[in-house]
């Protein structure tokens, strides 16, 4: 609670810096236009061709966009990541004119769906350049936590408001309004992303290489039998997300026999739903068994959907779709804390890449059989179906999920360690985790040097149980070390040998961490080497502490 209680303290400090402050405004257009225009095409596409295009609609949409994730996943690392999202943006702009423009005048239904497809490709772009932009425009490692708070708040709100918003303009006037908001919000992101100081993109000599960050995700995939079953479990549960852009609105329209706004308060549910269900995640944030959460995510995501076929009035439909959003968030909060605990950090960016692109890949699969599904058992029986679908795969492979959890379980005592350790104050507990089940049990004698100086640094260290002394100069304690206290950052941080020797005063129990797994966790975490860099600073000129 007091971990809450401070990030809602932060959104001030976060406001208060003007660059911050317009990346957070732009994505407020950008997320509720996103939404809203999500609640209008379904309904567009099923007015001009029934089930099976508002399927092949979404299926062409999310195909490409899977196809087209990594690659402009990487882009974000290549150039400038605010023209990046100005790029996307003001695309955007000139596609949701066109789809207007030809939505108001009753032209071809083709040339929306084309234009559709198009925005979806190009807004794949903008999440991943916004947040590799924002740690470069804060101004401290508190304010850098902040501002992803507001980005998750941010989201959250979206995800209710835009389909509300959409679904009102729906029944006041048609699709075509909402391809017009969804264009004038966009250009609302335009033109704050325009009052964002501009980066300065990577060298040509520091850009990633395409081919090699794409094919290390994959073969990484395949080679760990945790990923290949939460990252499995995961794209199947996008089907159904997928299957859901289809049968919310056969359910809206020829079940509940309601307008098109029954859509828009559809998708509010959901978005409801979900915030609630990310109340009860962050509640549940502590455990260490994340098995049960997938599970139980998985099963509220699909298990409504049969019980929606027995229903034939809205309240009850809004209520059980409210649960699928609470297991949509269950299972996208679940899965991403299982993969980090199950990947190396090294190729981590990269499985998330994978992650990415199948689940676009999921959403299109989904999309496209659900109006056979429709056709085939008729849209109650399409919804039994689907409802099945999750629980009947996740008894299969419970067995293999559970094993994910009993690999990933860490210590407590050198976990408990290092989480008091300043350095490690902000890490995210699933890299701290990492750093926890890689710390090797060391045991010396009294009297027995540890570290000496001079030598080359290869471990971090933290003491479990003795009192070792810190010499500067041989003979010369400069200080006493006990439970709890560390050494050995120096030579890391700074690359350059010990800078003390640490003598045992009595026998010591340590815990230590590799030079790699240090330096991967302390680089890759801003707050986290702002705060090492800080004590390293602060330290070095007293020639107190050992490198």
Do not use: K
């Not at 490709?121 to 991943?128: D, E, L, N, R, T």
């Not at 139980?296 to 439909?317: D, E, H, K, R, T």
């Not at 804390?337 to 981590?348: D, P």
């Amino acid at each position: 609670m007091s971990r809450f209680a401070g990030s809602l303290q932060a959104f001030g400090s976060v406001f208060a810096n003007p660059r911050v402050r317009n990346v957070q405004i732009a994505g407020v257009g950008s997320t509720l236009g996103t939404w809203a225009y999500g609640v209008a095409l379904p309904v567009y596409a099923y007015h001009a061709g029934g089930a099976r295009a508002v399927g092949l609609l979404f299926f062409a949409r999310f195909v490409l966009a899977a196809l087209a994730a990594p690659w402009l996943g990487v882009v974000a690392d290549r150039w400038s990541r605010r023209q990046v999202m100005l790029t996307s943006d003001l695309l955007r702009c000139g596609i949701f004119a066109g789809m207007t423009a030809v939505a108001s005048a009753g032209g071809n239904a083709y040339a929306v769906y084309v234009l559709a497809v198009t925005s979806t490709v190009v807004s794949v772009a903008y999440a991943p350049a916004q947040a590799a932009l924002l740690p470069s425009l804060v101004n401290s490692p508190d304010e850098l936590t902040a501002a992803n708070v507001v980005s998750n708040s941010v989201s959250s709100v979206g995800m209710f408001a835009g389909p509300a918003l959409g679904g009102v303009l729906l029944a006041l006037s048609g699709p075509a309004a909402v391809f017009a908001l969804t264009g004038a919000l966009t250009l609302w992101s335009t033109a704050f992303v325009l009052r964002v100081p501009r980066d300065r993109p990577p060298e040509p000599g520091e850009r990633p290489h395409f081919l090699a960050e794409l094919t290390t995700g994959f073969a990484t995939v395949l080679r760990r039998p945790a990923l290949r079953v939460v990252i499995g479990l995961s794209t199947a549960q996008t089907m159904i997300d997928g299957a859901l852009e289809v049968l919310l609105v056969v359910l809206a329209l020829r079940l509940l026999h309601s307008g098109n706004a029954t859509l828009g308060w559809l998708n509010t549910a959901i978005g409801i739903g979900s915030i609630a269900g990310a109340v009860v995640v962050a509640l549940m944030a502590s455990r260490r068994r994340l098995a049960g959460g997938f599970a139980i995510g998985l099963l509220l995501s699909s298990a409504p959907l049969a019980a929606i076929a027995a229903v034939s009035s809205l309240a009850p439909a809004l209520v059980l779709v409210g649960v699928l959003g609470v297991g949509t968030i269950f299972v996208q909060v679940n899965s991403v804390t299982l993969l980090q605990r199950s990947a190396e950090n090294e190729v981590m960016g990269r499985v998330f890449a994978v992650l990415e692109s199948l689940i676009m890949a999921g959403l299109a699969i989904g999309s496209v059989v659900t109006p056979g599904l429709v056709s085939w058992l008729g849209p109650r029986g399409a919804l039994i179906a689907a409802g099945a679908f999750l629980p009947v795969l996740l008894l299969l492979l419970w067995p293999s999920l559970r094993r994910i959890d009993a690999e990933a379980m860490i210590a407590e005592e050198p976990l408990e360690l290092l989480r008091r350790i300043e350095i490690f104050a902000e890490l995210p507990e699933p890299v701290l985790e990492r750093l926890a089940s890689g710390a090797t049990a060391v045991t010396t004698a009294a009297e027995q040097v540890v570290v000496s100086r001079g030598e080359a640094g290869r471990h971090f260290y933290v003491i479990a149980t003795g009192r070792a002394a810190v010499e500067v100069e041989e003979g010369v304690v400069a200080r006493e070390l006990g439970p709890g206290d560390f050494f050995g950052e120096i030579a890391l941080l700074r690359d350059v040998a010990r800078t003390a020797t640490v003598r045992a005063l009595e026998p010591l129990r340590l815990y230590a961490v590799e030079r790699d797994e240090f330096l991967e966790a302390v680089t890759g975490h801003g707050p986290t080497l702002a705060a090492a860099e800080n004590i390293v600073t602060s330290r070095l000129p007293a020639g107190v502490l050992p490198g």
